[in-house]
């Protein structure tokens, strides 16, 4: 195991073909703007590097943890339980306490025997979703008969896509507005600021989306793009895009930029079939036809076993995180 430097590490993985997005330039930089030295590099060899990620480094109560957000690798062939396995257990020799691994890559019984193999388990309770959906863009876009009746409400409106490569102070502003509507709607707290949307753009991994009526930005979206795949990550809309149906239209637009964009593949984000108001979110990104598929997920591993109780009760109870 090796510890890097920030321009070793983005030099090591720009020959990579697999990078999530929790691992790429834009999240560090959104992540690192205000504590770059709590972050962390690792890479599994230097001369010949097939994993690499960046963790986050944690401290509470006296207990050092670090979190690792899903892994870039090389190519495919690196992805084997093996290199997993010997990955993790140096991880697991930094002197960390704990160490939580979050990965949203699709789900890989090589990657589960790898962890495992490492001496990794699931940890006590899930906080993150386990489900997404990936839409075929070569293949023709079929939609439900809720999602037909709001296009066509939406086609009454002259609502178009607005695409920002690079944002600037005023496009990370609207961003922010939209959201946070929607956080107040929701009683979410909003996880960025102003700045940290225009960090997560700058380097161009993530894509900034409006929909507009008239000239008004009434819905947005950020999604991340690496080789043919794209992911999306934040939406939102205002008050005036649910009277006018915005989200169907910025959906399917955005499918049709990407579609022209060499892009084969759409991962809908995070799906949560719930029993309250989440159930909606769920319902509306189930109403394109896909490919439903099992993510990784979390992983952990206790110097301590009390540990492994505790951090359940600080997720649910303290930090009171939505346990799934």
Same mark, same amino acid.
């Given at each position: 195991?090796?510890?890097?430097?920030?321009?070793? *590490?983005?030099?090591i993985i720009?020959?990579?073909k697999?990078?999530?997005?929790?691992?790429?330039?834009?999240?560090?930089?959104?992540h690192?703007?205000?504590?770059?030295?709590?972050?962390?590099?690792l890479?599994?060899?230097?001369?010949?590097?097939?994993?690499?990620?960046?963790?986050?480094?944690?401290?509470?109560?006296?207990?050092?943890?670090?979190?690792?957000?899903?892994?870039?690798?090389?190519?495919?062939s /690196?992805?084997?339980?093996?290199?997993?396995?010997?990955? *993790?257990k140096?991880v697991?020799?930094?002197?960390?306490?704990?160490?939580?691994?979050?990965?949203?890559?699709?789900y890989?019984?090589?990657?589960?025997?790898?962890?495992?193999?490492?001496?990794?388990?699931?940890?006590?309770?899930?906080?993150?979703?386990? #489900?997404?959906?990936?839409?075929?863009?070569?293949?023709?876009?079929?939609?439900? #008969?809720?999602?037909?009746k709001?296009?066509?409400?939406?086609?009454?409106?002259?609502?178009?896509?607005?695409?920002?490569?690079?944002?600037?102070?005023?496009?990370?502003?609207?961003?922010?507005?939209? *959201?946070?509507?929607?956080?107040?709607?929701?009683?979410l707290?909003?996880?960025? %600021?102003?700045?940290?949307?225009?960090?997560?753009?700058?380097?161009?991994?993530?894509?900034?989306?409006?929909?507009?009526?008239? #000239?008004?930005?009434?819905a947005?979206?950020?999604?991340?793009? #690496?080789? %043919?795949?794209?992911?999306?990550?934040?939406a939102?809309?205002?008050?005036?895009?649910?009277?006018?149906?915005?989200? *169907?239209?910025?959906?399917?637009?955005?499918?049709?930029?990407?579609?022209?964009?060499?892009?084969?593949?759409?991962?809908?984000?995070?799906?949560?079939?719930?029993?309250?108001?989440?159930?909606n979110?769920?319902?509306?990104?189930?109403?394109?036809?896909?490919?439903?598929?099992?993510?990784?997920?979390?992983? /952990?591993?206790?110097?301590?076993?009390?540990?492994?109780v505790?951090?359940?009760?600080? !997720?649910?109870?303290?930090?009171? !995180?939505?346990?799934?």
């Open positions: 195991m090796n510890i890097v430097n920030k321009k070793a *590490y983005f030099s720009e020959s990579f697999i990078i999530p997005p929790t691992q790429c330039e834009g999240w560090y930089r959104m690192a703007l205000y504590h770059p030295e709590r972050i962390i590099f890479v599994n060899h230097l001369e010949s590097p097939t994993i690499a990620c960046f963790g986050h480094i944690k401290k509470m109560l006296g207990i050092k943890m670090i979190l690792i957000e899903g892994e870039c690798y090389a190519d495919e /690196s992805q084997n339980s093996g290199d997993i396995r010997d990955f *993790y140096q697991k020799e930094l002197g960390f306490q704990i160490v939580e691994v979050c990965s949203n890559a699709t890989d019984f090589n990657y589960e025997t790898g962890l495992r193999q490492a001496g990794f388990l699931r940890p006590i309770g899930q906080f993150s979703l386990p #489900n997404t959906k990936i839409i075929h863009l070569k293949e023709p876009l079929t939609v439900s #008969n809720d999602w037909r709001n296009l066509k409400r939406a086609k009454k409106h002259e609502l178009f896509l607005e695409s920002i490569e690079i944002p600037e102070s005023n496009d990370s502003k609207s961003f922010i507005d939209i *959201y946070s509507y929607m956080g107040k709607l929701k009683s707290s909003i996880p960025f %600021n102003v700045e940290q949307i225009k960090e997560l753009c700058r380097t161009g991994d993530f894509k900034l989306f409006f929909v507009k009526k008239e #000239n008004r930005r009434i947005t979206t950020i999604i991340y793009q #690496n080789n %043919n795949v794209a992911v999306s990550y934040y939102a809309a205002n008050a005036e895009a649910r009277d006018v149906s915005a989200s *169907y239209c910025m959906y399917v637009e955005l499918l049709n930029y990407l579609k022209k964009n060499n892009v084969d593949f759409f991962d809908m984000g995070k799906l949560l079939p719930a029993t309250d108001g989440v159930n979110v769920f319902l509306f990104k189930n109403g394109i036809q896909g490919t439903h598929i099992q993510l990784n997920g979390e992983w /952990s591993w206790y110097k301590k076993s009390i540990y492994r505790g951090m359940y009760f600080v !997720k649910k109870y303290l930090v009171r !995180k939505r346990e799934l």
